[in-house]
């Protein structure tokens, strides 16, 4: 772990490419990508934990530009960088590619980033960042609202250990390992995000992701595709079709 960050990662040589999970997740929404990393991505890569989920440290304070801050002191300012980040991990890309930023990215692609945000939507964040830490009595409970939080649901389950990162016991009562506080962050300001990034951008959703449409990234004015038959979590549904988005012979590197 350094700077309190849990991370996972392999790989050698350049470029790096940065893979962040969205909100509620832990790095192991990157397991599958494993073998296909090892075949096709160049360089190195690593998946690093964002603060208050999983093993990594939580914060004082949440905000985009916290969050964006524990992520950029793994990150040699000198080596190029790729981002692919889902959700929350896409506007932290965003933030990490702007051109105040010591961070050499090239390129993000954000995965069903969600761009527009109603005010009764933001109440409900800001609610259930003051909610108390929940226990449950049994590790199934505490998995199936971890699949609850994070969009596994009917992807992962309750008994897969990729969620036991995401999970904490403590005499004999479960909870989640994430700090309910994550979700105070609020909206991103996508038209300024992207008016000050340096890298390549590239917006992306799967067809049935119900956080974002294709007319709002169609607003947004940034290059932008849709993945045909994805939902929201389209990484760990196809890690193929979604890699082909930052794949060296194609996507946001061509």
Known sequence: MESGIRVQGGGSGQPLLLLLHGLGATSEVWDGWRPLLERRWPGRWLAPELPGHGGSKPLSQYSFESLAAGVAALLPPDEPVVVLGHSLGGVLGLILADKRSDVQVEAVVGLGVKVAWSADELAKARALAQRPVGWFPSRDE???????????AGLLAADDPALDAGLRE???????????????????????????????????????????SDAQLAELGTSAITL??????????????VFALIAPDGGTRG
């Open 142 to 152: 505490a998995a199936a609202r971890h699949l609850r939080v994070s969009g596994l």
């Open 170 to 212: 403590e005499r004999g009562q479960w909870r989640l390992a994430l700090d309910p506080r994550t979700f105070g962050v609020g909206a991103p300001d996508m038209p300024a995000l992207l008016a000050a990034s340096r890298a390549r951008v590239l917006l992306a959703r799967g067809e049935h992701d119900p956080m974002v």
């Open 228 to 241: 045909p038959g994805l939902g929201h979590n389209a990484h760990v549904e196809d890690p193929e079709a």
